[in-house]
């Protein structure tokens, strides 16, 4: 649900695609057992079934899983080589500014 609002789109189009990742292997949810007064506290939080005892079994939260940090540093690593080539760039054309303006 705080994902849906923050980037304003509807709810069930939020969970096709985190379903997906799921499926695919690159995120996974938290799976825990609380009680119905915890459970109604979570914001976010799916209900699986509930217990003998009582307790819900939920899924709540989302993380990378080792593929998922996998494909995501795949696509990650490059910005991070932009970045340092934009900046050795800044740093030779203000080099050569200062040895100009020494001439």
């Given amino acids: 649900m705080d994902l849906a609002n923050k980037l ?19 995120i996974k949810t938290q799976k825990m057992e609380v009680s119905k007064e915890e459970a109604s506290k979570m914001r976010g939080a799916i209900v699986n079934k509930a217990t003998e005892n009582g307790k819900l079994k939920i ?19 490059p910005l991070y080589e932009e970045v340092n080539l934009e900046e050795e760039y800044k740093n030779e054309r203000n080099y050569k500014k200062k040895e100009e303006s020494k001439l």
């Fill in 59 to 77: 899924s709540y939260g989302v993380e990378l899983t080792k593929n998922g940090k996998e494909i995501a540093n795949q696509f990650i690593a």
């Fill in 8 to 26: 304003e789109v509807e709810r069930q189009n939020i969970n096709y695609h985190v379903g997906a990742l799921k499926r695919g292997g690159i």
